[in-house]
């Protein structure tokens, strides 16, 4: 059997299981946004922190169903590595996602300023570690991946802004 997950958040880097192959690529339609909240990795309840879903916009599986268990949404989308192509890499990418309806996902936190999400994620820390972290490791592998993102850059911006002001009393 051949089961391709799409990962965008913290399974670039920390993947947790074994896998034969690693495509780099993108599902196209959607960006990743640090709209869902983490209380159980990189925040608590009381403090969630924020990590990346991917949303849709205009123009081992056991272990994954623990690890992404506040994202409550799983798709299969159509995976590309070239973003001409009309024709997909990859078909039926299985993808975690955050819907935005709180009803059913009481973890969603949907969009902010840059500002509030960096103040947010400054703060919030969890069994996995500080949100900060999370958003650092994201944008580093992107990097190493020679994958730009242009909010996951700018978030991890504005978190170091803070930080550095913090640090300096400004």
């Known amino acids: 059997m051949v089961m391709w997950v799409f990962g965008y958040g913290s399974l670039i880097w920390k993947t ?3 896998y034969d192959e690693r495509v780099v690529g993108f599902i196209r339609g ?7 909240g983490s209380t159980d990795h990189r925040g608590t309840p009381d403090f969630p922190g924020r990590t990346v879903t991917l949303q849709a916009f205009p123009g081992e599986l056991c272990y994954l169903e623990v690890r992404e268990k506040q994202y409550d949404s799983k798709v299969y989308l159509d995976f590309f590595t ?4 009309t024709t997909p890499t990859i078909n039926g990418v299985m993808v975690y996602m955050a ?4 009803r059913t996902n009481k973890n969603y936190l949907g969009p902010a300023p840059l500002e509030e999400m960096a103040k947010q994620i400054i703060h919030a820390g969890g069994p996995s570690g500080p949100n900060r972290d999370y958003v650092f ?3 580093d592998a992107l990097n190493q991946l020679g994958c730009l993102d242009l909010h996951v850059r700018d978030v991890a911006n504005a978190v ?5 002001e913090m640090k ?3």
């Open 160 to 164: 170091r802004k803070f930080l550095l």
């Open 137 to 139: 490791h994201l944008e």
């Open 99 to 102: 819907s935005p309806d709180t």
């Open 16 to 18: 947790g299981f074994h």
């Open 30 to 36: 959607y960006r990743r946004v640090f709209y869902q």
């Open 168 to 170: 300096t009393g400004s």
């Open 82 to 85: 070239d973003p001409d192509s």
